[in-house]
């Protein structure tokens, strides 16, 4: 079995001398370096590169980000975890952001934890992807390989278990809730309730006694004492939905609750306490509300103890083909496919409701047409005309123009050869010919050569897209017709 080659980076003698000797054990060849100048005489020296990398987030003369940025780039394929201590942690969700495999928090307390990370990065983690992926799917979380999701979740992942508030950003439809959900099933928490509470949904006269709850005879209509979501989601996981929308009235003891844990029901007369795990969503810019006096910043500290952006559909379109085949299975409990052109049509458009705006399109199409294909011309026709705007924005309206125009030439052209006459309608046989090649000078090869790029050589598509004909295609790049003629 061939030895793993793995950089340890770490100024502390003690931890480069306990993995060297845990990573020899693992039949692995270990270098060391102390300082951010013998990582950069490494890399310029290594030709055969490291299987990875163990970095430790501060050195006496570099930092673990920069030091991430610079071995990915000299070694792409380099694993690198970066070693941190608790209070760095927001630095090592940076670190996987921009790369890093995983993060290892000082002291390693938990050997067992630390080795199953270690084993990780040495084995091939295909198989671990895969897994994770399906976790995600239970939860209504779907991508495809290499996808921006997968990395967020597999971040999402390793903070479950972490006893720490996390704050979810992303735009309407996103799936933050469902965010939430997986992180909820995915923490030690998972066993106790999972509460959901949207801010922007209850009227602000209600929002108090809905979070803190009510005594009896609290106000007129307490009939009976109530108990609020602090309360439901003891020992659990409360989820503050549309955070952003939340009264200042409610932000201030939102922001008790969340630094003791404390709460008062409306009409009581003593304090309860509560152990939850805290997750709030938003679609709004936080940084901005507080900038603007419409959210406290020390409220917006308290929720982000972590914070996870859900990218928007439009940024990961290829996960477009995972989302729609995996919900069409669900909703129909068999197999129904999508045809080539309608995936082509979903992923050419831009999602301004992201997800749940996809979902509710194929919920319609199948309402509306009981298929086991989903065809394009089945899907809604704001798909149809925005894909083909979209397809064709890049090209100037003058030249969309000439083509069309090159298209109709060739249509009368082949009618005078398939009626074997010299003239329609007026038309010289040989002024079509001059008229044609003309136009082909105008636009030249360039349009149709950049479709067949966009459409990865996809004529039926591409002629679909600019409304002219394959015919048309095959003549301006030069190329025999099929039985056409031309030449």
């Known amino acids: 079995m061939e030895k793993k080659r793995i950089l340890i980076v770490d100024d502390e003698v003690e931890v480069t001398s ?8 693992k039949n692995c060849d270990v270098v060391v370096a102390n300082t951010g100048k013998d990582v950069e005489r490494l890399l310029l020296s290594q030709s055969e590169g490291f299987h990875a990398a163990l970095v430790d987030l501060k050195l006496p003369d570099a930092n673990g980000l920069d030091l991430l940025k610079r071995i990915k780039a000299v070694f792409p394929s380099c694993e690198v975890l970066i070693m941190t201590g608790y209070s760095t942690i927001k630095s090592a969700v940076t670190a996987m952001q921009w790369g890093a495999k995983d993060y290892l928090e000082k002291p390693f307390d938990d050997l067992d934890s630390l080795e199953r990370v270690i084993d990780a990065v040495l084995e091939s983690s295909a198989q671990e992807d895969d897994e994770l992926s399906r976790e995600a799917a239970q939860y209504g979380i779907m991508y495809a390989p290499d996808s921006p999701m997968a990395k967020v979740v597999t971040i999402a992942k390793k903070l479950a278990k972490k006893a720490i508030h996390i704050l979810i950003e992303g735009e309407t439809g996103t ?6 959900r997986f992180l909820h099933g995915a923490s030690s928490r998972s066993q106790q309730p999972f509460v959901a509470f949207n801010c922007g949904a209850v009227p ?8 803190f709850g009510y005594e009896k005879g609290a106000f007129t209509g307490a ?5 609020g979501f602090f309360e439901l989601a ?3 996981t409360l989820f503050l939905d549309e955070i952003g929308e939340a009264p200042s009235s409610i932000q201030v003891k939102l922001l008790r609750t969340l630094e003791t844990g404390e709460f008062m029901r409306i009409g009581a007369e003593h304090v309860g306490q509560s152990n939850i795990r805290f997750i709030s969503a938003t679609n709004r810019d936080l940084e901005h509300e507080v900038e603007m006096n419409r959210f406290r910043r020390d409220l917006l500290y308290r929720l982000e103890g972590i914070k ?3 990218p928007p559909l439009r940024e990961r379109i290829h996960d477009i083909p995972t989302i729609a085949q995996a919900y069409l299975t669900k909703r129909n409990g068999m197999v129904c496919e999508i045809d080539s052109d309608a995936m082509e049509l979903l992923q050419h458009y831009d999602w301004p409701g992201n997800v749940r705006q996809l979902i509710n399109i194929l919920n319609q199409t199948l309402a509306l047409h009981e298929c086991e294909r989903v065809r394009a011309e089945h899907l809604p026709a704001i798909l149809r005309g925005k894909a083909i705007q979209n397809a064709t924005s890049s090209i100037p309206a003058s030249q969309l123009a000439l083509t069309q125009q090159i298209d109709h030439e060739c249509e009368r052209f082949v009618e005078a050869i398939t009626r074997n006459v010299t003239s329609i309608d007026g038309f010289d046989f040989d002024y079509m010919i001059k008229r044609i090649k003309q136009l082909e000078g105008e636009v030249g090869r360039t349009i149709i050569e950049k479709g067949l790029t966009e459409t990865k050589g996809d004529r039926q598509l591409l002629s679909k897209k600019l409304n002219i004909t394959k015919r048309t295609i095959r003549y301006i790049l030069n190329e025999k017709g099929s039985g056409s003629g031309f030449s």
């Open 18 to 25: 306990f993995f060297t000797y845990f990573l020899r054990q």
């Open 204 to 211: 602000e006269s209600l929002l108090e006694s809905e979070l």
């Open 175 to 180: 799936g933050k809730e469902l965010m939430a």
């Open 234 to 236: 003891h020992n659990g």
């Open 223 to 227: 009939l009976k004492a109530r108990k």
């Open 308 to 310: 996870l952006s859900i």
